[in-house]
């Protein structure tokens, strides 16, 4: 089964950016839909953005025209580009392989 692995978290300032990567242990091809997701303290793990494998995508209307998910098959890879990050992003954030497999999450601090 695929393993994946988040990178690209940290702090950073309101107004800011970070990439997020989830790198796959094996090709993502046969994955129909993968997903980034976060969960805030105390809260409920939610949708981010996903991206089929036809590369058709859909966000959370908090993150329209900032966030940007992407997945390069040939590195296997799926990337979430976050710009103008707010403290209400602040969040571990997920990916996730057809909802069947789950990073370790990484963390994602935006300070005001």
């Known amino acids: 089964q695929v393993q994946l692995v988040e990178s690209g978290g940290g702090l950073v300032q309101a107004g800011g950016s970070l990439r997020l990567s989830c790198a796959a242990s094996e090709t993502i091809l046969s994955i129909n839909v993968m997903g980034w997701y976060r969960q805030a303290p105390g809260k409920q793990r939610k949708l981010v953005a996903l991206i089929t494998r036809g590369g058709a995508t859909n966000y959370a209307d908090s993150v329209k025209g900032r966030f940007t998910i992407s997945r390069d098959n040939a590195k296997n890879t799926l990337y979430l580009q976050m710009n103008n990050l707010k403290p209400e992003d602040t969040a571990v954030y997920y990916c996730?392989?057809?909802?069947?497999?789950w990073g370790q999450g990484t963390q994602v601090t935006v300070s005001s």
């Open positions: 996730s392989a057809d909802l069947l497999r």
